[in-house]
């Protein structure tokens, strides 16, 4: 049975970082790409950012470029993503999901699995 279960999210000011993890369990973790995806409240899921089997290769949405790394540890089936200069639009609920392809990552029907979310709240 595959798990990917998220820890790490809570309510931070705005300009705080955040480290979201990922434990991945019951697939082969190292031979699947991995994509961070948001959901704010009355929104559609959103990609935030992904990662190849590899990690070699990266993607970010336009919003994080540059305040959002994507980061894995294949030895310990974990996917992580440090959020830096937190902004109030962050709020969302993140979810790590497992699947996809290098050319079709950013979309949520390319995944397969998926966690059940952990919250973020960003204050002003």
């Known amino acids: 049975q595959v798990q990917l279960v998220e820890s790490g999210g809570g309510l931070v000011q705005a300009g705080d970082s955040l480290r979201l993890s990922c434990a991945a369990s019951g697939l082969p973790f190292s031979r699947r790409h991995m994509g961070w995806f948001r959901q704010a409240p009355g929104k559609e899921r959103e990609f935030v950012a992904a990662?190849?089997?590899?990690?070699?290769?990266?993607g970010y949405a336009n919003s994080v470029k540059g305040r959002f790394t994507i980061s894995r540890d294949n030895a310990k089936n974990a996917v992580f993503l440090q959020m830096n200069s937190l902004k109030p639009e962050d709020t969302a609920v993140y979810y790590c999901?497992?699947?996809?392809?290098?050319?079709?990552?950013?979309?949520?029907?390319?995944?397969?699995?998926w966690g059940q979310g952990t919250q973020v709240t960003v204050s002003s």
């Open positions: 999901a497992a699947g996809g392809t290098l050319t079709d990552w950013k979309l949520v029907g390319a995944y397969d699995y």
């Open positions: 990662i190849s089997w590899s990690g070699g290769r990266t």
